[in-house]
């Protein structure tokens, strides 16, 4: 089968009927002789192909409630899956994980934003990993993320570092290049020598948006003292045109932040946050199921979680939605009664 030169007709082996798939404009689909399934899409290989310095072309990708009614409607159940959430009292929910990239390849990536681009409000990055990778990779998961809409974010290591090293414009320079959504800010392990209207006025000129993170990586968990001062810096980066600050958490939820040296999360600090900034603004860092849980069994489902590893996302997002076992029994996160139930 000989493929256009912009989009190729893949079947599908169940029923084979014949659905349109964009294809990305980076890949070599000269002759292809892959089945694919709906929604799928051809991985892309890059030799032989010159990579432009500014940014790839973003694909685009048609699998969306279309897709899903095409799908449907091929099937003996017309109930979706959407609909039976609905049907069983699970409310709709906007985004509100931001999920972590900690270095996957661009296959793995994509597959993840194929399942679950929808619960993704934004999607960080790896930490400096990035700036190792192979480029073309980089660029070809921001590419990815989107094409489904999903905002990308850097982690604010890479930041501290840039600044330490006399160098944020050049950092600033290449996020904008690559695609970047936003920027994550912070003094985890380094003193910022900036006033944060600078810092923030630099990035909007390179159409970059800006988030800060509060909380120092190597100094234990918050106390009365440094809470106060990160609350501080929070507002003050605000002020200066921050769209959010996220709580620092590290990579494991004990002894940092809000989390004494056993994993407990303090909640009278949690609340702290969340009555300076709002559940809309104040982000918590997550990286682990009992964090996970934690923040979700305190705060309920509108509770912003970030640093969730992509394939711990539908986890949190069924227990979000009270699906889980533990969640269930929760109040504040199991289901509504559907009202046909209660009516009867």
Known sequence: ??????????????????????????????????????????????????????????????????????????????????????????????????PFDPGYDPVTLEGHLEQSAHLMSTLKISM?????????ATRRKIAAAQAHNVPTVTGGGPFEVAVAQGQLEAYLDLCADLGVTRIECGEGFTELPLKPQAIVQMAHERGLAVQYEMGKKHE???TEESLEDAIARGHRWLAAGAVQVVVEARE?????????????????????????FGLDVAVFEAPNK???FAFLEHFG????????RLEELLRVEIFRRGLHSDAFAMPNLRPTQPISETSS
């Open 1 to 98: 089968m000989t493929a256009p030169q912009e989009q190729v007709n893949a079947y599908s082996i169940a029923d084979c009927n014949v659905l349109r798939i964009e294809t990305y404009l980076y890949s070599v689909p000269q002759v292809l002789n892959t089945l694919f399934w709906p929604g799928s899409r051809h991985p892309g290989p890059f030799h032989n192909r010159q990579v432009p310095r500014n940014r790839f072309p973003t694909p685009k990708v048609q699998y969306d409630q279309q897709m899903e009614d095409v799908v449907m409607s091929k099937t003996s159940n017309r109930v979706s899956t959407r609909e039976y959430l609905r049907l069983i009292g699970v409310p709709d929910l906007q985004p509100l994980t931001s």
């Open 128 to 136: 400096a990993c990035w700036q190792i990778a192979n480029e073309a």
């Open 220 to 222: 234990g968990p918050f």
């Open 252 to 276: 494991s939820a004990c002894g940092v932040g809000m989390f004494d040296s056993e994993g407990k999360l303090n909640v009278a600090f949690a609340d702290r946050f969340a009555q300076e």
């Open 290 to 292: 009992p964090s996970q």
């Open 301 to 308: 489902p509108h509770v912003h979680l970030c640093n969730v």
